[in-house]
């Protein structure tokens, strides 16, 4: 089982910029799509964005031209660099790999973006 640790959220401002990193225990990274999933206090978790074991990235509507979401295989970790958060953004992030024989969790951190 893959485990995955999840760092950087916490209290920011509207406006501001948080990065959240993801670490993959194990030796499949290489070979997984990682991405990050948020669930917003009282509603359902929805995909923020996605990268392939390729590179190819997808985000969701709402975060287009404000999160990137990058990799770096030699450290098994995925990135989500957020600028300028809005209050909406507020939600608990969590991290998921993906690979051919299934998939785990992260934990979760949580991210909020308040005045």
């Known amino acids: 089982q893959v485990q995955l640790v999840e760092s950087g959220g916490g209290l920011v401002q509207p406006g501001g910029s948080l990065r959240l990193s993801c670490v993959a225990s194990g030796n499949i990274f290489d070979i997984a799509t990682m991405a990050w999933y948020r669930q917003p206090p009282g509603k359902q978790r929805e995909l923020v964005a996605d990268?392939?074991?390729?590179?190819?990235?997808d985000y969701g509507d709402s975060v287009k031209g404000r999160f990137t979401i990058s990799r770096d295989n030699a450290k098994n970790t995925v990135y989500l660099q957020m600028n300028n958060l809005k209050p909406e953004d507020t939600a608990v992030y969590y991290c998921n790999l993906q690979y051919y024989r299934g998939g785990s969790w992260g934990q979760g951190t949580q991210v909020t973006v308040s005045s």
């Open positions: 990268i392939t074991s390729s590179g190819r990235k």
